[in-house]
């Protein structure tokens, strides 16, 4: 029996919920040999799973806390479980099976400045996720990561961690898609438009959580640089705005009052929409694992400017705008040729719809499975 953490499936979206319900979707039937047992959070959906060869456990605590860390063997009952997939970094202490875990990046060994909150609370955090990233790299059976990018840094840190890693890219759920027709598409993009971003003739979108290295900052002054003379194109940030004090100073700044808007809690069907409607994706983060917005673009037709470092390049291929997120007025000229070129989104846009496709979560499941049947092999334990 593998028992599978699924508990960052729950009322709020993140960058792992999607990989773990990608997880849940495929593997137990690409699998009707094995059980599976999915630990899930008390705010997850009811069922994650209608499979005959499913169990389902709650529990009462967050992935990435205390309980988890240093108390999961007691939380839960690990009799007749050949193997724990841990999917958010951190190995548990003191399981009594063989652990796989998903190491999406290793930021907060190489640049926890870039993750953590400000203040005290950012000292602990960063301990906090340092211990049991540490106990990953020693500990685990193997080590999942998301890009070959990540798996370079594993390298840099552990090379005894990087032999264990095997890189299983993340995936595109089928919901990111282009619309049907452009009849559907220029309605619902307009309603979206009219709901969360009033005002806008035109917007650039911005998704991902406030943290460091989303590089949101840069992306504030990119956009005022090229778009100062243009009222009527604004700025979506689809994000939670947290420590966001820094963020409304900098639109006050740069004079953006009423055309930067903070979208929370946005319905899939209008997220969705909002990405038909877009003149293009911005996501210069200064590194990411695998990078979902991106993948997310391309895959609805949506023009993408991200990064040249990290994982980014290896993610989008030539299907996007590649820029140095360090430097403000490249950011601000790729947006300026996306937004002023037609030709240009247009061939992103086509580029991107066939990048998308190497990008699903059947593959994923796919070969995790295989990693799974490979350590029963080693192990023994099936």
């Avoid at 806390?65 to 999917?87: A, K």
Wanted: net charge negative; proline share 8%; glycine share 8%.
């Amino acid at each position: 029996m593998i028992a599978l953490d699924c508990r960052y499936i729950r009322e709020r979206p993140s960058g792992i919920g999607p990989y773990v319900e990608g997880l849940v979707e495929h593997l137990p039937r690409l699998a009707p040999d094995l059980h599976f047992l999915l630990l899930k959070h008390p705010l997850a959906p009811a069922r994650l799973s209608l499979a005959p060869n499913v169990h389902e456990v709650v529990v009462p605590y967050d992935p990435n806390g205390p309980e988890t860390m240093w108390l999961l063997p007691r939380l839960v009952d690990f009799r007749g479980v050949s193997l724990y997939h841990g999917t958010f970094n951190i190995l548990p202490a003191g399981l009594p099976v063989p652990a796989m875990i998903t190491l999406c990046d290793v930021m907060w060994m190489t640049h926890p400045e870039r993750c953590r909150k400000p203040g005290p609370w950012g000292a602990v955090e960063t301990r906090f996720f340092q211990h049991g990233i540490r106990r990953t790299l020693r500990d685990a059976i193997r080590i999942h990561t998301i890009s070959d990018a990540s798996k370079r840094e594993i390298g840099k840190l552990a090379p005894s961690g990087a032999a264990r890693t095997s890189v299983l890219p993340f995936g595109v759920a089928d919901g990111w898609r282009p619309a049907e027709s452009e009849a559907d598409r220029a309605a619902a993009a307009a309603a979206a438009r009219q709901k969360w971003v009033p005002g806008a003739a035109r917007y650039v979108l911005t998704v991902g959580q406030y943290a460091g290295y989303k590089n949101h900052e840069g992306v504030i002054r990119a956009f005022s640089r090229a778009f100062d003379e243009e009222p009527g194109m604004h700025l979506a940030l689809v994000q939670r705005l947290g420590q966001g004090s820094r963020l409304l100073d900098l639109i006050r700044d740069e004079g953006l009052e009423g055309r930067v808007h903070f979208l929370k809690n946005v319905p899939q069907a209008e997220l969705q929409a909002l990405f038909w409607g877009a003149t293009c994706l911005c996501h210069p983060s200064f590194e990411e694992g695998f990078g979902n917005p991106p993948c997310e673009a391309l895959g609805s037709g949506l023009p993408v400017v991200t990064s040249n470092v990290s994982s980014m390049p290896e993610v989008s291929g030539d299907a996007a705008l590649l820029v140095d997120p360090h430097d403000v007025d490249e950011i601000a000229a790729a947006l300026q040729r996306i937004a002023g070129d037609p030709d240009l989104a247009a061939e992103l846009r086509a580029r991107g719809l066939v990048r998308a496709q190497i990008y699903q979560w059947r593959h994923t499941a796919e070969d995790t499975l295989a990693v799974y049947r490979e350590i029963a092999a080693e192990t023994g334990r099936s």
